[in-house]
Structure formats: C-alpha cells, structure tokens
C-alpha cells in the first residue's frame, strides 16, 4: 500500500511539489504569451517591430524564469517560450530589427 502514502502530482499542471509558485507561474505564463505573439507575428513582414520587441522581452523573462524556476514542468514550459520567443525575435531582425532599420 505504498501508493496511498505518496501524493498524486500528475493532475497538478504547474506545481509538482505541491507549494505554490506564484512568481514562477507569472514568469511561465509570460514567457508562454510573449513567445507565441512573437512566433506568430513573424510571419507577417510588416509586423517586424512587434515580433521583435516582444521575442526580446520574452527572452528576458524566460531566463529570469530559468533562474527562479523550481519544478521540471516550469521549466519545460519556458522553454518551449523561450524558443519561440528567440525565433521571433531573429525573424524580426530579418524583416527590419527593433528600430524600423532607422539605426
């Protein structure tokens, strides 16, 4: 009867320790919406500014979440973020970088 005294954390989605991590889920979520607002405004040429600033921003807040993440499922889920957040950002520089080309 092991399996009694053991705590059932496969439902739980972001905290597998059972404590919460608000600051974490914050920067998770974050990381999560900048990345796919950058990912998915790439591919449009005129929307280089927007992919841009916001594949950086979701950079920024992925490693920061890296840096405080406490749970595996964080971190997978930052991850998945922040690779979206950098292709983004890269396929903004292509189309005309954080400034318009003006610098």
């Known amino acids: 009867m092991a399996q009694v005294l053991r705590p059932n954390t496969a439902g739980s989605l972001f905290a597998t320790d059972d404590k919460p991590h608000p600051l974490q889920d914050a920067l998770l979520a974050v990381t999560l919406v900048l990345g ?3 990912f998915i405004s790439s ?3 005129s929307l280089h500014l927007l992919s841009s600033w916001t594949g950086l921003v979701g950079i920024l807040t992925g490693a920061w979440g890296q840096w405080v ?5 964080q971190r997978f889920g930052l991850v998945l973020g922040l690779g979206a957040a950098g292709v ?3 396929i903004g520089m292509a189309h005309g970088g954080l ?4 610098l």
């Open 69 to 73: 993440s406490e749970t595996t499922r």
């Open 99 to 102: 400034f318009g080309g003006l």
């Open 88 to 90: 983004g950002l890269l």
């Open 36 to 38: 796919l607002t950058a």
């Open 43 to 45: 591919f449009f040429h």
